[in-house]
């Protein structure tokens, strides 16, 4: 069968289907079998309703607003999936359509049953995740490869708040200020290539080292993938970049003291796009001609400082002394520990909080498992959570995971409760910090 009669005839099969369901849950809802118990208000506002394609996925919901949405997905699965697909911009062919439809179902059963289950005041909401297999959502929003076993070392003669002559204020985020370049989507496993090409955004913003850049820019990190040796030796100094492939991961640290040594720069996204197609090996071709003639034929350029000027320190941190050097020094990058099926599904107001909650990747020995690169960018005294309570702060952190994940890519990452201890910090996000001269 040609594949449009073959999608003609779907769409009808769908519709047909859609208004079955529909009249059966409007005529008893307890003759409808839906894998899970659905209380009576959000059987009466899905009934009532039926405007799933109204829904907003980029707006800030209710728990209220995502469970509806999903017993009227439930409901109508084909024009709902639809207007999901629209929204994101998927599109598939006939048999991939079925598995990502099945897919997006068990998915969407998972949120509703954690929604329901939950008792600490948090929801989870739909993304473009909601259509990923746990295997996708690893490779796509992973890629720091830093060994549980390797720690920074403790900074014990770095200032907090209460003992900096310029103290930190109760809270403090640099895109008021102008310093935080757009958020990004990484799709494969370069978070650590957008961490490194984010923080030199912030740093020349916040520096003023260039007239050619705005918060408005986007630092491209695709000639980090493409271009930077994996190791190299410059002036007897060794640099560990990546492994073999940078698309599968690599490290800020290294990567953001090649530039100064070498020194080579970076440039605009619009420059030199990043192109990866969300397959995690194929974010790299070194034999772009636009990396054949890097940097030489490349403009603008952005450089970082070189060592006489600034210097580079890994730091393991106690919370209090990272918001002291993130009001000193501006963004920094970080490694942290995450559990990406879980994180994926992170809504607009919720909390990420403890050391080992679900949110943090853990070793079988306890150790936790630094398997992301982010740009922490501020921080804030006390949080409303998504039940109006407040909570006691957090770290702002600037994700790679594109504007539908978070508020607009952004995260709130709870201050653990010893903020003057070392490794202790929620999902380790003081543990390695990459700090510039302080």
Known sequence: MPMKKAILLLSLLALVFDHVRADLLAE????FLLPWDIPSKYVVKAVAGLSCTQYDFDDEHSLDEVQVFIVQ?????????????EFFGFSYNATEYIFRLKLWESNLRKIYRYNMNNTDGTFWDINH???FTPRE????????NFEPQDQYPECHDLPTPENSPDPAPASWDWRDYGVVTPVTWQ???????????????????KNKLSNALDNSTIVSMQPILDCFPGNVTLNSVQYNLYYSNPCKGGFPDATIRYIQAAPTPLTTNATYPYKTDGDAGACSNPEDPKCNAYPETISPQFFLPDT???????????????????????????AVSVNSSTLSRYNNEELLSGRTSPYCSTETDGLLNYNHAVLVVGYQNSTKLADGTAAGGSFIIKNSWNTDWG???YGNWAFSSAT??????SCGIADKVVLPSI
């Open 28 to 31: 008893d809802a307890s003759k």
């Open 73 to 85: 997905a439930m409901v109508h699965p084909f024009s709902c999936f639809g207007h999901f697909l």
């Open 129 to 131: 995740f909601t259509v």
């Open 137 to 144: 959502i690893e490779d796509n929003t992973l890629g720091s």
């Open 187 to 205: 799709n494969g496993g370069s978070c650590w290539a957008h961490a490194t090409a984010n923080f030199v955004g912030a740093y020349v913003l």
């Open 308 to 334: 006489s000027k600034m210097t580079l320190r890994n730091c393991a941190l106690t919370e209090d002394q990272l918001k002291q050097a993130i009001f000193t020094l501006g963004p920094l990058p970080i």
């Open 407 to 409: 508020v607009a890519g």
């Open 420 to 425: 003057n201890e070392y490794m202790q910090s």
